[in-house]
């Protein structure tokens, strides 16, 4: 079973931040936190990943709390072509464990 | 587009007939991986390989399902006497064991329908 919680669905405004959140909250040391989004009839797509610290890259910001129990995917300008379901997936980094587990994820609407 | 391609893309076909479909990872990429995705569903294990090292098959690969990475490189899902509940998006993914990082590229995906 995935280790996650998400909100199935949520809408946001063009051009507006969206905010993904994410329970874990019995994520293990070493696991890491990954978001992979999946675009209608697409494969799924690497987002961003973290352990502890926050992280930013070109497409999003990954906030992780103190505690690790949780974290928010941040979309800063979202764009009609952000719409997607976007899954959050904990793992043990460095490929000691091979798949990946999705849950439901969440389905991100962006409205113009 | 990931760099990995999955051949066919639609593949209809009749209940108790075999199907086989191709991935072709990234060519550098020793891992990959096969999901099967049902609608409204997140992706779902399958099986995945280390260049032709078979190293874990989920329950969900019935005997009716075999997968094969002959030589590091492409590999080959079949399906024989195929179901109905064999209609999915079967997608393949790729990725480099050994980085930190080590997030999978995805295919586009085979979208199976038995009739």
């Known amino acids: 079973d995935a280790k996650t919680t998400q909100p199935p669905s949520m809408d946001c405004a063009e051009g507006r931040a969206a905010n993904l959140p994410c329970n874990h909250s019995t994520i293990s040391g070493n696991e890491y936190v990954y978001w992979y989004r999946q675009i209608h009839s697409q494969g799924p797509q690497y987002i961003i990943h973290?352990?502890?610290n926050n992280e930013t890259n070109e497409m999003a910001s990954l906030i992780i709390t103190e505690d690790r129990k949780s974290s928010t995917l941040i979309l800063p300008h979202a764009t009609l072509r952000d719409t997607a379901v976007y899954y959050c997936i904990v793992r043990v980094g460095g490929g000691s464990q091979g798949n990946l587990i999705f849950g439901k994820g969440t389905k991100l609407s962006v409205k113009p | 587009d990931t760099g990995v391609s999955q051949d066919p893309r639609h593949k209809i076909t009749k209940r108790g007939q075999n199907v086989t479909f191709r991935c072709d990872p990234i060519?550098?990429?020793?891992?990959l991986y096969w999901y099967r995705q049902t609608l409204g569903q997140g992706p779902e294990f399958l099986t995945y390989f280390q260049n032709e090292a078979q190293l874990e098959k989920s329950r969900l690969l019935s005997d009716r399902f075999s997968a094969e990475r002959p030589k590091g490189s492409f590999s080959t899902l079949e399906i024989q006497r195929t179901e109905q509940g064999d209609s999915a998006m079967y997608l393949c993914?790729?990725?480099?064991?050994?980085?930190?990082?080590?997030?999978?590229?995805f295919g586009p995906g085979t979208r199976l329908t038995v009739t």
């Open positions: 060519s550098e990429h020793n891992r």
């Open positions: 973290g352990l502890k």
């Open positions: 993914a790729s990725s480099l064991f050994g980085t930190v990082s080590y997030e999978q590229y």
